[in-house]
């Protein structure tokens, strides 16, 4: 699934992915494969991306589940 959340985080600092890999260390190619929905990032990957974005990890990466 699409990651919009953290697209739209991102887009909102005037981040390009590119910015956001250098801060958090990791590739572009990872930020495009989280965003894409293609990868499920580590907890700590998801921990400094909130951080850079000051989000939290509700906000960017956990879905709302019905029960």
């Known amino acids: ?3 919009l ?5 991102r887009a909102g600092k005037d981040l390009s992915q ?3 890999a ?3 260390g990791v ?4 930020i495009n494969a989280i965003e894409k929905g293609d990868y499920n990032p580590t907890i700590n990957l998801c921990i400094s991306i909130c951080h850079v974005l000051g989000k939290t990890l509700d906000e ?3 879905d709302e ?3």
Do not use: G, I, P, Y
């Open 1 to 3: 699934m699409k990651n």
């Open 5 to 9: 959340r953290l697209k739209a985080a």
């Open 18 to 20: 590119d910015d956001l």
């Open 22 to 24: 250098k801060a958090v």
């Open 27 to 30: 590739s572009r190619q990872t």
């Open 60 to 62: 960017l990466f956990w």
């Open 65 to 67: 589940v019905e029960v």
